[in-house]
């Protein structure tokens, strides 16, 4: 070291002294007949590895123990290199510089500088893990899905993945517009856990984004459809966030992994085009890609935006369908339901282009156009001197979530001057499922204004019948599945008149539907079912014909 560059001027001790208060670690090692040993070891970092004293004046023997894994780099350094190295000791991540002392053109020791960077090393293992995962659900995100999924599924092993499921959670925007994106969190983070919970073990679970997991099959499962049910059903559990107790479901898209040329990316793709079939087909279900859904994905692209175009044109319609007294024929009501002709594609079942407006969120929108367009026309028939029946619509559950529902059935009301009294809203039995305290009240509120409430399609719903205690229903329409294997299906019949007294028991009136023939009729009849609707009866039919029909009654 030369002098002249040197500021220090104290005594030997003040010199150790120095060292001892160094934050680090600093080390001298000599070598002796091939065998490592310390001959001087300071600094606060000794204490902190509680490495021990060693007898500097005499040169002690050493094991070195904190660096002996590193023999190979002291011998390094002892040619002549400087060395530097991270090693791991009594739970510190450290860094050691080692540095050779020369003499004569020999290496007669070398002096070591050992630092900790332990903080430092836990943040970049922060950082890697907060790069690859997701930082709500502590689950692998998709970028760790990705790099997994090029490695497993390009390698040369045996263990590929079988399948590629993602589980995309229905409707999860309604939480958060009604009970504020905390609990969106919140819901998310608890479906997390439970797909964790139920599948882990055997296959990892990523958050793809979103509401959606991604879970690969990379063992073998007997029965991929009955494994991806089990995980519906794990995410129907009842949910209950802050004093809420309400439903989730879900929609899986499948795609199997069997083609070597296909990319990863395009394993995903599929899934989520398995997905999307499932969602516009109502969600809550298991989907699996198939070749013709990707031929047919783009026309489902393109018939989403003919349902923004059909809206903003007019080219949606309505008809009626009579509801008719069981036991004297009359009609009591007539149920409106919407009508598109498309302009190339001809008629468009409500049951291929709701689940989309639903999907893209149109429903909002074209629901109060139907309910404004009903309401409108029960003023016009009671204007042409027609009794009044009731006049019902249906209501998807996304409209029911939103928060704003019942102010717009309230502005509609006023705007149109229809008859709350004769406003019937039928809901299905899986849309109340997913319902919170805040649609009780809601409807609750709807029949003290005056409007009646179905559960529409009932039995086809998965849950249990509690709701028929907790809501404030008026009818309970048995869904026309049931009532068409009534003569085809044994057990059909009990069904049906188990579904009659049910009804009767919690005092709602109950309404067949479907019904296409005289011996269902009489069937039900017996039954002491109230009202029925079917194309025994009649066809839904265009607002002219209903009125004639009405005006045949009046
Ligand atoms: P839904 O509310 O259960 O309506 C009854 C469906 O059964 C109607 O089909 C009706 O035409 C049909 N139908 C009635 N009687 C018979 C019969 O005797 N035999 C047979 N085979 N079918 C009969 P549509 O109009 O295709 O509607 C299907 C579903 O689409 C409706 O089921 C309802 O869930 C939904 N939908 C219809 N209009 C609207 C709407 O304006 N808004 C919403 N959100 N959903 C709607
Ligand atoms: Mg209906
Ligand atoms: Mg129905």
Redesign the pocket.
């Known amino acids: 070291m030369p002098r002249e560059n040197n500021l220090y001027s104290g005594t030997n001790d003040d010199l150790l002294r120095i060292l001892h208060h160094n934050m680090n670690l600093m080390f001298v090692i000599r070598r002796r007949e091939g065998q490592f040993y310390c001959s001087f070891l300071s600094g606060k970092l000794k204490e902190q590895l509680e490495l021990p004293e060693i007898m500097t004046a005499t040169g002690q023997e050493f094991t070195l123990e904190f660096i002996s894994v590193q023999k190979s780099k002291l011998t390094q350094a002892f040619t002549g290199k400087e060395i530097t190295f991270r090693h791991h000791f009594h739970n510190h991540y450290l860094y050691t510089m080692l540095s050779p002392v020369t003499k004569d053109g020999e290496v007669i020791e070398v002096v070591g500088t050992t630092i900790d960077i332990t903080s430092f090393e836990k943040s970049e293992q922060q950082i890697e893990f907060m790069a690859t995962h997701d930082i709500l659900t502590k689950l692998p995100n998709r970028q760790k899905l990705l790099d997994d999924l090029d490695r497993n599924i390009h390698n040369n092993y045996n263990e590929k993945p079988k399948a590629i499921m993602i589980c995309d959670l229905d409707r999860l925007k309604n939480v958060n517009d009604t009970l504020g994106q905390f609990a969106g969190d919140q819901v998310i983070t608890l479906i997390a856990d439970r797909l964790k919970e139920a599948v882990s073990e055997r296959c990892p679970v990523y958050r793809l984004g979103g509401d959606e997991f991604v879970i690969v099959i990379d063992q073998e499962v007997p029965d991929i459809k009955a494994f991806a049910e089990q995980i519906l059903q794990v995410v129907r559990q009842p949910i209950i966030i802050s004093k809420h107790d309400f439903y989730m479901t879900a929609t899986i898209g499948v795609c199997c992994v069997n083609e070597k040329a296909c990319k990863t990316e395009d394993y995903i793709n599929r899934a989520s085009v398995a997905v999307h079939y499932g969602k516009v087909q109502g969600g809550n279900r298991i989907s699996e890609y198939t070749n013709k859904m990707s031929e047919q994905y783009n026309e489902l692209i393109l018939l989403e935006s003919d349902i923004r175009k059909a809206f903003k044109f007019n080219e949606f319609t309505l008809s009626y369908q009579p509801k008719v007294d069981v036991h004297t024929n009359e009609i009591v009501g007539v ?1 409106a339901l919407i009508r598109w002709e498309h302009g190339k594609k001809g008629k468009i079942p409500p049951s291929l282009f709701i689940p989309i407006a639903e999907e893209i969120g149109m429903i909002d929108q074209i629901g109060e156009w139907v309910l404004r367009e009903a309401c409108k026309q029960f003023v016009r028939w009671h204007e042409s001197g027609a009794n009044p029946v009731m006049v ?1 619509v ?1 209501i998807s559950a996304v409209e029911l979530q939103n928060p704003d529902f019942l102010s717009r059935v309230k502005q509609v009301i006023k705007e149109t001057g229809m008859d709350p009294n004769y406003l019937e809203i ?1 809901i299905t039995e899986n849309s109340v499922m997913q319902n919170t305290e805040e649609c009780i009240e809601m409807m609750n509120e709807l029949r003290s204004m005056g409007v009646s409430l179905s559960i ?1 399609d009932f039995g086809t719903g998965y849950s249990s019948m509690g709701y028929l205690q907790k809501f404030p229903i008026n009818y309970l ?1 048995i869904d026309q599945s049931f009532i068409k294997e009534l003569f085809e299906e044994s057990g059909s019949a009990e069904i049906i008149k188990a579904m009659i007294q049910l009804g009767h028991t919690f005092g709602l009136k109950v309404v067949a539907e479907g019904v296409e023939g005289e011996r269902i009729l009489s069937f039900i009849r017996n039954e002491k079912c109230d009202y029925y609707q079917g194309y025994f009866y009649s066809k839904p039919l265009e607002a002219d014909l209903i009125e004639e029909k009405l005006l045949a009654f009046s």
Request: aromatic content about 0%.
């Open positions: 149920e019902a249906n039928e529409d329409k």
